[in-house]
């Protein structure tokens, strides 16, 4: 470690063969959060919240009666985690298929083309930045073990990844259904917990607003972990989009009521 002109040894400095360095600050990045099972909970709960805080906005907005938003909000509710769940299953299968066949079509380029492929690769890490012997060495090692040479490929040529065979599907539609069910209830919770304290139905739609705002908060704070952004701008980011989508559907059901008649 190189101390700097100041005496501090907070950044190290690295030296590179054309003799110029860099400096690397000491203190390690956070990590964003991982797993594929996490990403479902936080990305299915804010379609969940953004969805249902939106047909509640409509329905308060076309009518009077707070057993409507009851009624069509946990039957819209529902309907909306099966469909959700079942086309996560058929997304992450369909994907798996993908990766397995295109792996297969890579497997008999590398048995019957293995020349050709080879230098397709070397190619490759040349476009990297890396120098033609360094890359013909490290292909070359490549060739030794045909499993890591096809996943060279398929990465190189393709941009695929090899499939994770522990990833199960019907797991990840029973995490985005189970999500959906619960982030989805939280605009709903206001009309029960206020139903016993009172009957004004413009006082459990403010309520509604409050506690879909404070899960979208929190979500968008799990948000920006996962893709390691900033936290402050991905919430924002993450309470505006669920205003937007709510007022866009408040103004649909109040021109439904005041403009082409219809009521709930």
């Known amino acids: 470690m190189v101390m700097d002109e100041r005496g501090g040894n907070s950044n190290t400095r690295l030296l590179h063969e054309d003799g110029g360095d860099l400096e690397r600050n000491s203190e390690r990045p956070k990590e964003p959060w991982r797993g594929e099972y996490v990403k479902s909970i936080v990305y299915g709960g804010l379609d969940a919240i953004i969805t249902c805080f939106s047909l509640i906005s409509s329905i308060s907005a076309s009518s009077s009666s707070s057993g409507n938003v009851l009624v069509l909000g946990f039957a819209n509710l529902v309907a909306d985690a099966i469909s959700m769940g079942?086309?996560?299953?058929?997304?992450?299968?369909?994907?798996?298929?993908?990766?397995?066949?295109?792996?297969?079509?890579?497997?008999?380029?590398?048995?019957?083309?293995?020349?050709?492929?080879?230098?397709?690769?070397v190619r490759y890490y040349q476009?990297?930045?890396?120098?033609?012997?360094?890359?013909?060495?490290?292909?070359?090692?490549?060739?030794?073990y045909n499993d890591v040479l096809v996943d060279q490929r398929m990465a190189a040529d393709k941009g695929i990844l090899p499939a994770d065979q522990e990833v199960k599907p019907w797991k990840n539609g029973l995490i985005t259904f189970a999500s959906f069910?619960?982030?989805?209830?939280?605009p709903l919770l206001s009309f029960i917990i206020l139903i016993p304290f009172t009957d004004n139905d413009s006082v459990k739609f403010a309520g509604a607003c409050l506690v879909s705002a404070l899960g979208l908060a929190l979500l968008g704070v799990a948000r920006a972990r996962i893709a390691g952004q900033n936290m402050m701008l991905t919430t924002a980011i993450t309470l505006f989009s669920g205003v937007i989508a709510g007022a866009a559907a408040y103004l649909v059901g109040w021109l439904l009521k005041h403009i082409a008649g219809l009521e709930g």
Do not use: H
């Open 181 to 186: 069910m619960l982030f989805g209830s939280i």
């Open 127 to 144: 476009s990297l930045g890396m120098e033609y012997n360094d890359a013909t060495t490290v292909v070359n090692i490549f060739t030794k």
């Open 86 to 121: 079942f086309g996560d299953i058929v997304s992450a299968s369909s994907e798996r298929d993908v990766i397995i066949e295109e792996r297969r079509v890579t497997e008999w380029d590398v048995l019957n083309s293995r020349g050709n492929e080879q230098r397709e690769l």
